[in-house]
């Protein structure tokens, strides 16, 4: 019963370099998705993948990239760390695009630090 | 401008009592909403949902209650228990809308007192 997996679960980064988040999950769901967690700011959607193939840009994309590398894998990928990248990136997988009411199922984090 | 809101930062309960939480909402086309629940280096987990057709939706000690002419909905959790101190996220969706992806509220901290 793994669910959604994160790599790693705490990274120091210093600024410029860069690094990818990976996620997977083993649930078969078609969407999957990376939020950042800031104190004071709950969740915000970074990237999006609706389906295998496809990739959109959430609320807060600057500075990220993503890979949907096939239907369980979704990486996140920083070029250039800055600070403000300094935050808790969670990943989220769901059954359906647009029935988001099923819920979604969270990894349990990865907490990045930029300094 | 903030989508979903979630106005108390925390709430302290005592053991046995209800808590209630508060969420509101701006956008108009969301049409289905979420609690989630997060303990410290966990995940967020899903507890409970509410579709817009609805007013009101039960699961054990947890009530979810929609008002959709103030914008407004609320999770009940009685009676509180020791485990129940977490912080709670209100999330809506827009199903039928161009952007995909969950709105969160900030949080509450709910802590249930012994």
């Known amino acids: 019963n793994a669910g959604v997996t994160q790599t790693p679960k705490f990274q120091v980064l210093k600024t410029g370099q860069s690094m990818t988040l990976q996620c997977a999950q083993d649930m078969n769901h078609n969407s999957m998705y990376w939020y950042r967690q800031d104190p004071g700011m709950g969740l915000r959607l970074i990237y999006y993948s609706a389906s295998e193939g496809t990739t959109d840009k959430g609320e807060v994309p600057n500075g990220y990239n993503v890979s949907r590398l096939n239907k369980r894998e979704f990486s996140l990928r920083l070029e250039s760390a800055a600070p403000s990248q300094t935050s808790v990136y969670f990943c989220a997988s769901s059954e359906g695009a647009t029935r988001a009411g099923y819920g979604y199922t969270f990894g349990s984090g990865t907490r990045l630090t930029v300094v | 401008d903030q989508q979903v809101k979630q106005n108390s930062p925390s709430l302290s309960v005592q053991e046995g009592r209800i808590s209630i939480l508060n969420c509101d909402y701006t956008?108009?086309?969301?049409?289905?909403f979420l609690w989630y629940k997060k303990y410290p280096a966990e995940g967020p987990t899903f507890l409970i949902s509410i579709s817009s057709i609805k007013d009101k939706n039960e699961d054990g000690r947890f009530t979810v209650f929609l008002n959709k002419s103030a914008k407004h909905l609320s999770l009940h959790i009685v009676p509180s228990q020791p485990g129940d101190s977490a912080v709670y996220f209100c999330?809506?969706?827009?199903?039928?809308?161009?952007?995909?992806?969950?709105?969160f509220g900030k949080g509450t901290h709910l802590i249930i007192q012994p």
């Open positions: 956008n108009s086309m969301f049409d289905y």
């Open positions: 999330a809506a969706s827009d199903s039928g809308g161009g952007a995909d992806g969950l709105t």
